[in-house]
């Protein structure tokens, strides 16, 4: 099973950190459906040593989610390792994470996220700088590339080994491609065999047999599912559940999917209050209808919604409209 440093998780399958997602709420989600580790939202490195209120409430974690990957990013060795070292003594994660895969300018601008990804160099002494100020283990988030041109997923890899990183998440795309075109699983391979910590493959998984297919041709270790999980947790569950047996277990039904969506608000609400929550709640409430019969119609009344009862409402009524068969032309 996949072990990263001292940490044993249960399967294969990593919940990927996606900015403004992977918050407690949505972690608990997935950890209810299987995922042997979450990773959290990625945090900037200087919102932590400026003990700034809204980054450092991104830090809370519920044990329940344990083991949990938390990210930090940041553009110099100094305050990346003074943010490692506050969330090494003052969070309960189990696991440092580098993010070098972030493509959003405002990041790259900044020489961080996959900036990095052009000086093998640079990630060595990054890495090496966090692994010495901290005890829990280090592993790096990362892409293929800036852009074709420049492709050092190998060298970059091996950056990370020798810097005393316990894992490498690779991302099988360009920064230059964001998340457009499609994912390269051959340098997944590649650096796969190229160091001997485990590496764990991500980008376009989005069904089990994807995931048991990345596993199979690339060699990884684990595989991280991001975007396919979004509103639909389930890939988690039915991902674990068929790289152990083979056997795929159904898609949810619209009632599983309506009572998770609130089951997900109220978490939300829990953690936020009930203001943000609903604000936030509006792109996971239509992420969970999509694909329904009369999902689109819901997501525009969703999209107005200002209460926590007026989304239950809208949720419920939803549930019952499409529960009713479709009226017979005589």
Known sequence: MLKIGPINLKNQVVLAPMAGVCNSAFRLIAKRFGAGLVCAEMVADRGIIHHNKKTLDMLYIDDREKPLSLQIFGGSRETLVQAAKYVDKHTNADIIDINMGCPVPKVTKCDAG????????????????????????????????????????????????????????????????????????????????????????????????????????????????????????????????????????????????????????????????????????????????????????????INLCETADGLRLILNEFLRESAEPAATVG
């Not at 493959?201 to 991001?226: C, E, F, H, S, Y």
């Open 114 to 301: 996959s900036k990095w990804l052009l000086d093998p160099d640079k990630i060595y002494e990054m890495v090496s700088a966090v692994v010495d100020a901290v005890d829990k283990p280090v592993t790096v988030k990362m892409r293929k590339g800036w852009d074709d041109d420049h492709i050092y997923a190998v060298r970059n890899a091996q950056a990370v080994e020798r810097a005393g990183g316990q894992a490498v998440a690779l991302h099988g795309r360009t920064r230059v491609q964001m998340y457009e075109g499609s994912a390269d699983w051959e340098i997944i391979r590649q650096v796969k065999e190229s160091v001997g910590i485990p590496v764990i493959g991500n980008g376009d998984v989005r069904t089990p047999q994807d995931a048991k297919r990345m596993l199979k041709t690339t060699g990884a270790d684990g595989v991280m599912i991001g975007r396919g999980a979004l509103g639909n947790p389930w890939m988690l569950y039915r991902t674990v559940k068929y790289l152990e047996s083979g056997e795929l277990p159904s898609e949810p039904s619209a009632k599983e999917k309506i009572d998770v969506c609130l089951l997900h608000l109220d978490q939300l609400i829990r953690l936020k209050g009930e203001h943000v929550a609903v604000l936030e709640m509006r792109k996971h409430a239509a992420w969970y209808v999509k694909g329904l019969r009369g999902g689109n119609d819901v997501r525009k009344k």
